[in-house]
């Protein structure tokens, strides 16, 4: 159990278009979904928290208008990068916490986009 | 200042021995929980181990162990008897106080050799 995919699995786009990345809980239901980025041989830095039904919660830095979160249900969250360029080009990697979960040990990760801006 | 800090950038390590790989943390919070997550070529985070702050017993899972020493604030992941398919990128995070969201240290990659 405690499956979380995403999709797509990597992505190229040209430099401006927007591109839309979906992160699922399949047999979960989750209140929080995290999404993180990732560049080549470094760490996971968190961008934002969205909650389902309310608007997202950004990291410091980050900007909201770019990186469209939209969290419509208790199993989707997406997220869109907007006019993508090539310094967006990085690791997306989503986490959901299960509902009514009480471990802290109770986020679970998707296997990550990768999304490369020409 | 690093809320997480993972010194070995690279380490190997012949199949079957044990390695340990380090990590020292820093917090005021006496609530706190410890997490190591390995992360293969294909890019997904692997969950391996958690530790509480006021777990009085080290962590264990499996051929993983968490060797929590407190009052170094360090908390190293020891690998037994290591498998060709553990060579990946080993990262250590932290949550502090009620919050569930970990922050994360830069990695250490791991190479087992046959």
New interface residues.
Partial sequence: GAVVSQHPSWVICKSGTSVKIECRSLDFQATTMFWYRQFPKQSLMLMATSNEGSKATYEQGVEKDKFLINHASLTLSTLTVTSAHPEDSSFYICSAKRLGGSSYNEQFFGPGTRLTVL | AQKITQTQPGMFVQEKEAVTLDCTYDTSDQSY?L?W?KQPS??????LI?Q?SYDEQNATEGRYSLNFQKARKSANLVISASQLGDSAMY?CAM?EGRS????????TSLIVHP
């Fill in positions: 929980g997490f997550y294909s890019g997904e985070m692997i969950f958690y509480g990262f949550r569930y969201i970990p922050t994360f240290g830069r990695g």
